[in-house]
């Protein structure tokens, strides 16, 4: 079974650029996250989406990160302009509908953005 | 609310003693409770997960973790450290729509 796949895996911009992050999730799982992993911090949701739709998205800074998974498949995050504080391995992860709270998951190996 | 609280930022043990690396959690309901791992420049990895079954779990590489509600503890244990287990560790919580509450890390040190 293939994994989750993200893309780039490294990106380094400078500060108030744009940059966008790329999720292909695994075959049939109908919920996508998004998580932010700051250095030396646990992982921390963005965004959860079910299918094309969201589910929460409390978490995400919306005057400059956007995301969107038109199709109900694979999903981008934006960021425009970035900040500094944005530097960060950005962490994308799926799971079936069903599954029980927070089972099921496969991550995928993330990207790190460096902001400078 | 639901949150957890990894009560080591860092443990050091020598190669073949054991290894403890303790979690409370806070949860309002049952809770689903994992412990994942992330070696350096790698993915994070299940390593077992307690979905209120057998209070007792065991996981990939002879890691296994204790479920005590009375102490609101999830914490994590190997009988003796081989190299390979250096890495940092996260206690992990379900939260509500099934999104990961993670909890801040332990980096485990393994001394030869």
């Known amino acids: 079974e293939a994994g989750v796949a993200q893309s780039p895996r490294y990106k380094i911009i400078e500060k108030r650029q744009s940059v966008a992050f790329w999720c292909n999730p695994i075959?049939?799982?109908?919920?996508l996250y998004w998580y932010q992993q700051i250095l030396g911090q646990g992982p921390k949701l963005l965004i959860q989406f079910q299918n094309n739709g969201v589910v929460d998205d409390s978490q995400l800074p919306k005057d400059r990160f956007s995301a969107e998974r038109l199709k109900g498949v694979d999903s981008t995050l934006k960021i425009q302009p970035a900040k500094l504080e944005d530097s960060a391995v950005y962490l994308c992860a799926s799971s079936f509908l069903d599954s029980p709270s927070g089972s099921g998951y496969t991550f995928g190996s993330g990207t790190r953005l460096t902001v400078v | 609310a639901q949150s957890v609280t990894q009560l080591d930022s860092h443990v050091s043990v020598s190669e073949g003693t054991p290894v403890l690396l303790r979690c409370n959690y806070s949860?309002?309901?049952?809770?689903?409770l994992f412990w994942y791992v992330q070696h350096p420049n790698k993915g994070l990895q299940l390593l077992l997960k307690y979905t209120s079954a057998a209070t007792l779990v065991k996981g990939i590489n002879g890691f296994e973790a204790e479920f005590k509600k009375s102490e609101t503890s999830f914490h994590l244990t190997k009988p003796s450290a081989h190299m390979s287990d250096a890495a940092e560790y996260f206690c992990v919580v379900g939260g509500q729509g099934g999104k990961l509450i993670f909890g801040q890390g332990t980096e485990l040190s393994v001394k030869p």
């Open positions: 075959s049939g799982h109908a919920t």
């Open positions: 949860s309002s309901y049952s809770p689903s």
